[in-house]
């Protein structure tokens, strides 16, 4: 049956679905529906589709999905999922750099295609990453040696309560390792509509993460000769080999975020293990790889049901066919215990987890004693 709040959205709009399967709206390849769907391809359309709601059915619950590449289904989703279809690229040259103004649905990797055959530079490390512009800014997506927050100016919003139009300055958005205001202390307030980027029309390439010299000098290419395009070539290179497709095998790239403990800590676990990886945050915090702690504890490669550890990279959970979301969460869950006990550390979830109702937080794992 019908509500009010389905008749008056389908007075504007014919893209209400019903009982819709989300199992193409995730990279788990986790089965998985939703009560209703709404696409929409316009901020206009946006607005009138949270005030409809908010008038009709202040209390049901709203989830907000760019491409799935960060979410696990937990169950079914017992109210409406919003999915934006808003695209396009606006590219303005200024005295500072590049300014460009992108749609939420664009596809990341698009977009860093788009920079680097324009002479846009910035965005080359952070090549190859799956999901969509409006997930990159709520994530602070980052990958070898680059986060990016640092060259976001600002984010378009609409507020999933009023309909209301904002925008945030990059200063107020809260940006961490792998956090935002968006994902934390706003989660589900604000729906991303466009991201503002400022790039550089001077490519300074960098280098010193994640074996990318070690790459460039196997093919001849020395540091000064590196192109933008030898650059996204090698981090595309490097990410494949790692990382499993989630078309062939469900995942969500990297499922953990690296811990950022204190030096004390750090030299602790060094005397255990000399050889432990690590990147300097400041004088006082030391970053640790997560996908280095799991692998010590024997996760790589292993399986618990259907779920698994990846084989080539600790960091990754894959679903081996037939997965629940809460057999993967079964497998966080035993992995981060785990390494708790092991090092002392506790790692957490980089995935946004979604019961039936709302997006769920994962608790700090219990230690044993």
Not at 17 to 33: D, K, R, V
Not at 42 to 51: A, F, P, T
Not at 231 to 239: K, S
């Amino acid at each position: 049956m019908e509500t009010g709040f389905v008749r008056k959205l389908n007075r504007f709009m014919a893209r209400i679905e019903y009982n819709y399967p989300l199992l193409s709206h995730n990279t788990f390849g986790i089965e998985a529906y939703a009560d209703r769907f709404v696409a929409y391809d316009s901020v206009e359309d946006l607005r009138q589709v949270v005030r409809r709601l908010r008038a009709d059915c202040p209390d049901v619950p709203v989830l907000h999905i760019g491409g799935g590449s960060n979410l696990l289904f937990l169950s079914d989703f017992k109210g409406v999922v919003l999915h934006s279809a808003i695209g396009g690229i606006e590219c303005e040259e200024q005295p500072d750099g590049i300014r460009l103004r992108v749609g939420a649905a664009v596809v990341w990797d698009d977009l860093v295609a788009y920079c680097v055959e324009h002479g846009f530079y910035g965005l080359e490390n952070l090549s190859f990453i799956p999901g969509e512009v409006g997930a990159s800014a709520v994530q602070n997506i980052g990958a070898y040696g680059a986060e990016v927050k640092d060259v976001i100016t600002a984010v378009e919003t609409v507020g999933l309560q009023d309909g209301e139009v904002r925008m945030f300055d990059v200063s107020a958005c809260g940006y961490a390792y792998r956090k935002s205001i968006f994902k934390e202390e706003w989660r589900g307030r604000y729906a991303v509509t466009h991201v503002h980027f400022r790039l550089s029309a001077t490519f300074r390439p960098n280098l010193d993460y994640g074996g990318i010299r070690e790459a460039l000098s196997a093919e001849g290419i020395r540091p000064e000769e590196v192109t933008a395009q030898d650059l996204r070539r090698v981090v595309i290179a490097i990410r494949k080999a790692k990382l499993p497709d989630p078309k062939v095998q469900g995942n969500a790239g990297s499922f953990f975020m690296n811990p950022v403990v204190s030096r004390e800590v750090y030299e602790a676990i060094k005397g255990d293990y000399p050889d432990v990886p690590h990147y300097e945050v400041d004088a006082k915090r030391v970053k640790i790889p997560a996908g280095w702690l799991i692998e010590r504890c024997g996760w790589k490669g292993r399986s618990l049901g259907r779920a698994a550890v990846h084989d080539r990279q600790a960091l990754v959970l894959v679903n081996k066919g037939g997965a629940t979301g809460r057999d993967i969460l079964a497998l966080c869950e035993a992995v981060r215990a785990d390494v708790l006990s092991r090092f002392g550390i506790s790692i957490s979830p980089e995935v946004n987890i979604i019961g039936g109702l709302s997006l769920i937080h994962i608790s700090e794992p219990t230690r044993p004693y």
